[in-house]
């Protein structure tokens, strides 16, 4: 069975202090609002077609058994958002609430797939990551896909679904670093670049000692398509 709508609104309120009003509909079909968002919770009762996640398995590192828990699903619930005034940080960090809220409180359900960033995110992964908001920090690998390449000596790095929120993806291509290393040294700066709502530009520099200038050139994506900042290490 699927989630509960009561069950889904009481955990908004009680886990997250939101403020949830005009609810109305059921668990198949509902409406509500919380603060100026307008949000839809569709419940479908049947699978996410399977062609749409076939090229995903391969590069789905952060949920080990994808392709063989996410083939034994048997129905998804929609999460929409209906148009409003906030930005994309603080509509995401509300969708992060509620798909946190829907996994918490619906025993049978393995996870979330957000196909504008092609993430396939697994639920105790998913709930760990979004616990983030707590403490006011952004959880980006619920929201970004990371993609990491590990060669010898060197590794590569790129963001999906910057688009999301009107910035650019960035890549860094063969640095001598190991990719995890890489993991610890982009996310802060995409941290700073969503929550300040800055937009890097070609020609300039980032850095976050006085040492440090990184420079940034906008040229044709490796990894992604049209063109992408890379920033060079």
Same mark, same amino acid.
């Given at each position: 069975r699927g989630y509960s709508l009561e069950n889904v609104i009481q955990d908004l309120k009680s886990y997250w202090g939101?403020?949830? =009003? &005009? @609810?109305?509909? =059921? =668990? +198949?079909?509902?409406? *509500?609002? /919380? %603060?100026? &968002?307008?949000?839809?919770?569709?419940?479908?009762? @049947?699978? /996410?077609? @399977?062609? &749409? *996640? &076939?090229?995903?398995? %391969?590069?789905?590192?952060?949920?080990? +058994?994808?392709?063989l828990e996410v083939k034994e699903h048997t129905h998804h619930a929609i999460v929409s958002f209906l148009a409003g005034n906030t930005s994309a940080v603080e509509r995401y960090s509300l969708l992060s609430k509620l798909n946190a809220s829907i996994l918490r409180t619906c025993e049978t359900a393995i996870g979330v797939y957000q196909g504008a960033s092609t993430l396939l995110l697994p639920k105790n992964l998913y709930l760990d990551f979004a616990n983030l908001l707590l403490e006011d920090m952004l959880p980006i690998q619920l929201w970004v896909y990371l993609g990491i390449i590990n060669e010898d000596e060197k590794s590569s790095m790129y963001t999906y679904g910057m688009k999301e929120f009107g910035k650019p993806e960035i890549e860094i291509i063969d640095a001598r670093m190991k990719g995890s290393e890489l993991y610890d040294f982009l996310l802060p700066i995409l941290e700073y670049v969503l929550r300040q709502d800055v937009t890097l530009h070609h020609g300039e520099t980032i850095g976050f000692t006085e040492e440090q200038k990184i420079k940034i050139t906008e040229s044709k994506a490796i990894y992604l398509d049209g063109t992408s900042l890379k920033l060079e290490l």
């Open positions: 939101l403020t949830v =009003d &005009e @609810a109305e509909g =059921d =668990d +198949n079909t509902a409406l *509500f609002k /919380i %603060g100026e &968002e307008q949000v839809v919770l569709s419940s479908m009762l @049947a699978p /996410i077609p @399977a062609e &749409e *996640f &076939e090229s995903m398995y %391969g590069y789905s590192y952060l949920w080990k +058994n994808a392709e």
